[in-house]
C-alpha cells in the first residue's frame, strides 16, 4: 500500500510548474482513462489514495498533495470547458462524450475527499444541470453534476438567491421529468440545497403533496374497484408516484412544523400506509417500486422497521421458497442501504465529535442510532441468512452484503454468521467465495476459536448450499471444483484450521464420525465430505496419516454393526445353511468383486474373467443362494444395508485415494500412531498428479436411487453379494496376533481380495496410481491391520 501510494504520488499527485500545459494535459488524460476504465468495477481505490495521500500531509507545513490536487481540479474544469467549445464547433455532439463523463466522475471523486476544492467552480457546474439528455452518458453527467453540487453547495459563503433559485428550478424539472436514477441523485441534491443552505420548505411541500396526491387517488379508485382500467392506464404515474414519494421523505422530515404547519396528521404514518397498500398489488412492479419506496423512508425513520406488518412483509418475502426474485433481491437492497447510511452517519459523527472533543467530556455518541441498527438486524438477521440458499446468485450476493455490513458495524454476535459464511465460501463465483473467506478471516483475528467451533456445522450448511445451487438435481452434489485444481469447496476452512493441531484432529474426527452407522447422515452428503477429505489441502504427512488411522478405527466398529443388524433381520433357518460354509468364503469370496448394487448385470463376465477355479464358482453360489434363502420378505433391511455401507466402502476409498495420492507404504500407515510427537510427521507431502477421487459405488448407488427404487432379484444377490464381502473383510480386519507368518499372510490376502472386490476390482478407474507399486497393491489394499491390531 506504502508503495501504490508513493507512485501514485510522483505520476499524479506531484504538482506540476505552471507554464508545462503539455504535461498537465497528458496527466489529466492519464487520470480520466484511468477513471472511465474503472467504470464498472468502482471506485474505492480512487478515493482510498486520495485520502491516504491528503491525510498522510495534514500537519506539514508544506503540502504539495493538496497543491496538485487544486490545479488538477482547475484544469479539469478548464478541460471540460475547453471540451464543450469543441462539441459545439462540430457537428458531431457526441464525438466522444465519454471523455466528458470520466472528467466529471474524477471532478466528483475529488469532491468527495475534499469538497473545498470545487468550491469556486461550483457556478460553472451548475448549467450542467440542463443538459438534453438522449444517452446514458448524458445522464451520468447529470447524475455526477447533482452529486458535485450536494456536497458543494452547503460550503460556499453567500451564494447569490439567483444561483440557488435555479438549481432547485433546475432539480425540479429533471425529478418530474426523468427516471429513478436522475430522481435519486436530484432528490439527494434538493435535500442538501433546501436543508442547509435555502429553507425553502415550501417548494418540497408542494412537490410532495402532487406525488402524495396522485397515489392517494390512485389507491381510493383501487380500492372502490381493485379491476379498474384507471389504474393500468396511470400505471407509469404510478410507478413514478411510489419511488418520488419515497425518495422525497428519504431526504425531508415532513413531519416537521416547516412542512406541515400545524397540521397534527402524522405523515411517515400515511406515507407507510400508503405504500404498504400498494405492497399487496397483483403487479409485480407496482409491488417493486412501493417496496423500493419503503425502503427510502425507512433511512428518515428507522423505527417504522419494528411494525408489524413491515416485519412480517420483509420476512415473509425473504423466507417465501415461491416468492418472486426481484422482490427478494430489492428487500435485501432496502437492508444494504439502510446499513450504509448508518455507516455513513456514524463516520460523519465521528468526525463532528473529533472537532468537539477536546472541550467536551465523552458522551453516548452515536450509541443510539448503532442500538436502532442493531436490533433491526437482529430482527431480519435469520431471514437474510437463509436467503444464501438460494439457486440465484444475485439473491446470495445482496445477502451477503447485507451480512459483511451487519459484521463490519458490530451490529450482531459474529458466532451465529460463521457457518452460513463458510457455506458461502463454497460459492462457484469467485468474487463472493473471497468475500465471505475475507469476513471469517476478520472474525478469526478477532474471536480465536469461533471458526473451529463451528466448522463441522458450516461443512453441513455448505453441503446445503450447493444442493440450493444445483441446476441438476439427478447428479449428485459433489465436495471438490469441477476444474484443473480439483481443490475442494471447503479448502479455506481447512486451511484456517489445520494451523493448529488440536483443533484440526478435532474437525477431521467429526467429519468421519459423520460415517459412522449411528450417525444416520444421508449417502449424498457422506460423498460431499468424502470428496472435501480426497481434496483438502494437506501440508504435512501427519495430517492423511491421521486420516487413515480413525478410517481403521472407524472401519472395525461400523463394519461390526453392519453385519449384525444385517444377520439380525435375516430368517431363523439361517444358521444351520451358514455354518459349513465359512472357510469356503475365505477362498472363494475373495474374488467375488461386489460391484455398486446398481451395477451387477454389466460386471459378471469381468467378475467371471476374475475367478480363479470353478470350485469356488460354486462355493460363492452356494454362499449366496444360503444367504438369499434366508432374506426376510421385506426388503427394507437390505435397503437399509445397502445404504449405511455407503458410508464403509467411502471410507475404504478414501483410504485407498489418500494412499495413492500421497505415495505412502503400508508399513507407513501401520507404524503411526497419533500420540507421537508431531515432528515425526513434520515431513511436507509428495503429491502425486493425476489421483483422482472416484468412489464408483456410491455414484452409481446415488444416480440409480437406489434407496427408493424397487428391488428385483438381481438387485438382490448384488446385495447379499456385497454382505459376505463385508463378512470377510471384518473377519480378516484384525488377526490373531499368534498366527504363523504363512497364515497371515493368507489372511492378508483373503482381506485384500476382499477390498479389492468391494471397491469394485481395482479398475484403473478408481485408482488411478494404482499401477504405480504393482507388487505391493495387495498389501497396501488392506492397510493398517497392525494399528488395528496394536489397539
Known amino acids: 500500500q506504502k508503495l501504490v501510494n508513493e507512485t501514485f504520488q510522483k505520476l499524479w499527485f506531484t504538482p506540476t510548474p505552471h507554464h508545462d500545459k503539455e504535461a498537465m494535459t497528458r496527466k489529466i488524460l492519464n487520470i480520466t482513462d484511468v477513471v472511465a476504465a474503472c467504470?464498472?468495477?468502482?471506485?474505492?481505490?480512487?478515493?482510498?489514495?486520495?485520502?491516504?495521500?491528503?491525510?498522510?500531509?495534514?500537519?506539514?507545513?508544506?503540502?504539495?498533495?493538496?497543491?496538485?490536487?487544486?490545479?488538477?481540479?482547475?484544469?479539469?474544469?478548464?478541460?471540460?470547458?475547453?471540451?464543450?467549445?469543441?462539441?459545439?464547433?462540430?457537428?458531431?455532439?457526441?464525438?466522444?462524450?465519454?471523455?466528458?463523463?470520466?472528467?466529471?466522475?474524477?471532478?466528483?471523486?475529488?469532491?468527495?475527499?475534499?469538497?473545498?476544492?470545487?468550491?469556486?467552480?461550483?457556478?460553472?457546474?451548475?448549467?450542467?444541470?440542463?443538459?438534453?439528455?438522449?444517452?446514458?452518458?448524458?445522464f451520468m453527467v447529470i447524475c455526477n453534476v447533482a452529486k458535485i453540487l450536494e456536497l458543494v453547495v452547503p460550503l460556499m459563503e453567500h451564494p447569490s438567491e439567483?444561483?440557488?433559485?435555479?438549481?432547485?428550478?433546475?432539480?425540479?424539472?429533471l425529478i418530474i421529468?426523468?427516471?429513478?436514477?436522475?430522481?435519486?441523485?436530484?432528490?439527494?441534491?434538493?435535500?442538501?440545497?433546501?436543508n442547509k443552505v435555502t429553507q425553502n420548505y415550501k417548494f418540497v411541500w408542494a412537490c410532495f403533496n402532487r406525488y402524495y396526491g396522485a397515489l392517494s387517488k390512485l389507491k381510493s379508485q383501487h380500492q372502490e374497484d381493485p379491476n379498474s382500467t384507471i389504474l393500468t392506464a396511470n400505471k407509469p404515474a404510478l410507478l413514478r408516484s411510489l419511488f418520488t414519494?419515497?425518495?422525497?421523505?428519504?431526504?425531508?422530515?415532513?413531519?416537521?412544523?416547516?412542512?406541515?404547519?400545524?397540521?397534527?396528521?402524522?405523515?411517515?404514518?400515511?406515507?407507510?400506509?400508503?405504500?404498504?397498500?400498494?405492497?399487496?398489488?397483483?403487479?409485480?412492479?407496482?409491488?417493486?417500486?412501493?417496496?423500493?419506496?419503503?425502503?427510502?423512508?425507512?433511512?428518515?425513520?428507522?423505527?417504522?422497521?419494528?411494525?408489524?406488518?413491515?416485519?412480517?412483509?420483509?420476512?415473509?418475502?425473504?423466507?417465501?421458497?415461491n416468492c418472486s426474485v426481484n422482490l427478494k433481491i430489492q428487500v435485501l437492497k432496502n437492508l444494504q442501504t439502510y446499513l450504509q447510511e448508518e455507516d455513513t452517519r456514524m463516520q460523519q459523527a465521528d468526525r463532528d465529535w473529533k472537532k468537539v472533543a477536546k472541550q467536551e467530556d465523552l458522551k453516548e455518541m452515536g450509541d443510539i442510532s448503532s442500538g436502532m441498527s442493531s436490533s433491526i438486524m437482529q430482527l431480519y438477521l435469520k431471514q437474510v441468512l437463509e436467503a444464501f440458499f438460494h439457486t440465484q446468485s444475485s439473491v446470495r450476493h445482496f445477502a451477503l452484503n447485507v451480512i459483511a455490513l451487519t459484521l463490519n458495524q458490530g451490529l450482531i454476535h459474529p458466532v451465529q454468521c460463521v457457518p452460513y459464511l463458510i457455506a458461502m465460501g463454497t460459492d462457484p463465483e469467485p468474487s463472493m467465495r473471497n468475500k465471505a473467506d475475507q469476513q471469517l478471516v476478520?472474525?478469526?483475528?478477532?474471536?480465536?476459536?469461533?471458526?473451529?467451533?463451528?466448522?463441522?456445522?458450516?461443512?453441513?450448511?455448505?453441503?446445503?448450499?450447493?444442493?440450493?445451487?444445483?441446476?441438476?438435481?439427478?447428479?449428485?452434489?459433489?465436495?471438490?471444483?469441477?476444474?484443473?485444481?480439483?481443490?475442494?469447496?471447503?479448502?479455506?476452512?481447512?486451511?484456517?484450521?489445520?494451523?493448529?493441531?488440536?483443533?484440526?484432529?478435532?474437525?477431521?474426527?467429526?467429519?468421519?464420525?459423520?460415517?459412522?452407522?449411528?450417525?444416520?447422515?444421508?449417502?449424498?452428503?457422506?460423498?460431499?465430505?468424502?470428496?472435501?477429505?480426497?481434496?483438502?489441502?494437506?501440508?504435512?504427512?501427519?495430517?492423511?496419516?491421521?486420516?487413515?488411522?480413525?478410517?481403521?478405527?472407524?472401519?472395525?466398529?461400523?463394519?461390526?454393526?453392519?453385519?449384525?443388524?444385517?444377520?439380525?433381520?435375516?430368517?431363523?433357518?439361517?444358521?444351520?445353511?451358514?455354518?459349513?460354509?465359512?472357510?469356503?468364503?475365505?477362498?472363494?469370496?475373495?474374488?467375488?468383486?461386489?460391484?455398486?448394487e446398481s451395477e451387477e448385470e454389466a460386471s459378471k463376465p469381468r467378475r467371471l474373467r476374475k475367478r480363479v477355479d470353478s470350485d469356488s464358482d460354486s462355493d460363492e453360489e452356494n454362499d449366496i443362494n444360503a444367504v438369499m434363502k434366508c432374506l426376510p420378505e421385506?426388503?427394507?433391511?437390505?435397503?437399509?444395508?445397502?445404504?449405511?455401507?455407503?458410508?464403509?466402502?467411502?471410507?475404504?476409498?478414501?483410504?485407498?485415494?489418500?494412499?495413492?495420492?500421497?505415495?505412502?507404504?503400508?508399513?507407513?500407515?501401520?507404524?503411526?500412531?497419533?500420540?507421537?510427537?508431531?515432528?515425526?510427521?513434520?515431513?511436507?507431502?509428495?503429491?502425486?498428479?493425476?489421483?483422482?477421487?472416484?468412489?464408483?459405488q456410491t455414484l452409481d448407488f446415488l444416480r440409480s436411487d437406489m434407496a427408493n427404487s424397487k428391488i428385483t432379484e438381481e438387485v438382490k444377490r448384488s446385495i447379499v453379494k456385497q454382505y459376505l464381502d463385508f463378512k470377510l473383510l471384518m473377519e480378516h480386519l484384525d488377526p490373531d496376533e499368534e498366527e504363523e507368518d504363512g497364515e497371515v499372510s493368507a489372511s492378508t490376502?483373503?482381506?485384500?481380495?476382499?477390498?479389492?472386490?468391494?471397491?469394485?476390482?481395482?479398475?484403473?478407474?478408481?485408482?488411478a496410481a494404482e499401477t504405480e507399486d504393482d507388487e505391493s497393491d495387495g498389501e497396501d489394499r488392506g492397510g493398517g491391520t497392525s494399528g488395528v491390531r496394536r489397539r
Not at 439567483?162 to 424539472?173: G, H, P, S, Y
Not at 406488518?309 to 420476512?315: A, D
Request: glycine share 4%; aromatic share 8%.
Open 749 to 767: 490376502n483373503a482381506r485384500n481380495k476382499a477390498i479389492t472386490s468391494l471397491l469394485g476390482g481395482g479398475s484403473p478407474k478408481n485408482n
Open 442 to 596: 476478520e472474525i478469526d483475528k478477532k474471536y480465536a476459536g469461533f471458526i473451529h467451533m463451528k466448522a463441522v456445522a458450516g461443512m453441513k450448511m455448505s453441503y446445503q448450499v450447493q444442493q440450493a445451487i444445483n441446476t441438476c438435481p439427478k447428479d449428485p452434489v459433489r465436495g471438490f471444483r469441477h476444474d484443473e485444481s480439483s481443490s475442494a469447496l471447503c479448502s479455506h476452512l481447512y486451511s484456517m484450521i489445520r494451523g493448529n493441531r488440536q483443533h484440526r484432529r478435532a474437525f477431521l474426527i467429526s467429519l468421519l464420525n459423520l460415517f459412522d452407522d449411528t450417525a444416520k447422515t444421508e449417502v449424498n452428503m457422506l460423498l460431499y465430505i468424502a470428496d472435501n477429505l480426497a481434496c483438502f489441502p494437506y501440508q504435512t504427512q501427519e495430517e492423511p496419516l491421521f486420516i487413515m488411522h480413525h478410517i481403521d478405527i472407524t472401519l472395525s466398529v461400523s463394519g461390526s454393526n453392519l453385519l449384525q443388524s444385517f444377520k439380525e433381520s435375516m430368517v431363523k433357518d439361517k444358521k444351520k445353511e451358514r455354518k459349513p460354509s465359512s472357510d469356503e468364503e475365505t477362498e472363494s469370496e475373495s474374488n467375488s468383486g461386489s460391484e455398486s
Open 245 to 321: 414519494v419515497g425518495a422525497l421523505c428519504r431526504h425531508f422530515d415532513f413531519d416537521q412544523e416547516d412542512f406541515k404547519g400545524n397540521s397534527k396528521v402524522n405523515i411517515k404514518d400515511k406515507v407507510l400506509e400508503l405504500l404498504m397498500y400498494f405492497t399487496k398489488h397483483s403487479d409485480e412492479e407496482v409491488q417493486t417500486k412501493a417496496i423500493i419506496g419503503l425502503g427510502f423512508a425507512f433511512i428518515q425513520h428507522p423505527s417504522l422497521m419494528f411494525e408489524q406488518e413491515v416485519k412480517t412483509l420483509y420476512n415473509s418475502i425473504l423466507s417465501d421458497k
Open 634 to 696: 421385506n426388503s427394507a433391511p437390505l435397503i437399509e444395508f445397502a445404504n449405511v455401507s455407503q458410508g464403509i466402502l467411502l471410507l475404504l476409498m478414501l483410504k485407498q485415494h489418500l494412499k495413492n495420492l500421497c505415495g505412502f507404504s503400508d508399513s507407513k500407515i501401520q507404524k503411526y500412531s497419533p500420540s507421537e510427537s508431531a515432528k515425526v510427521y513434520d515431513k511436507a507431502i509428495n503429491r502425486k498428479t493425476g489421483v483422482h477421487f472416484h468412489p464408483k
Open 162 to 173: 439567483t444561483f440557488l433559485a435555479t438549481i432547485e428550478e433546475d432539480l425540479m424539472k
Open 39 to 138: 467504470r464498472d468495477t468502482g471506485y474505492d481505490w480512487f478515493e482510498q489514495l486520495l485520502q491516504n495521500l491528503l491525510k498522510s500531509e495534514e500537519d506539514a507545513s508544506y503540502k504539495p498533495v493538496k497543491k496538485a490536487c487544486t490545479q488538477l481540479v482547475d484544469n479539469l474544469v478548464e478541460h471540460i470547458l475547453k471540451y464543450e467549445e469543441s462539441l459545439s464547433d462540430s457537428d458531431n455532439k457526441g464525438v466522444n462524450s465519454g471523455r466528458l463523463v470520466a472528467c466529471i466522475t474524477t471532478l466528483f471523486l475529488f469532491s468527495k475527499i475534499r469538497p473545498q476544492l470545487m468550491v469556486k467552480h461550483a457556478m460553472t457546474m451548475q448549467p450542467y444541470l440542463t443538459t438534453k439528455c438522449s444517452t446514458q452518458n448524458d
Open 177 to 194: 421529468k426523468y427516471g429513478m436514477t436522475v430522481v435519486q441523485h436530484c432528490v439527494s441534491c434538493l435535500g442538501a440545497v433546501v
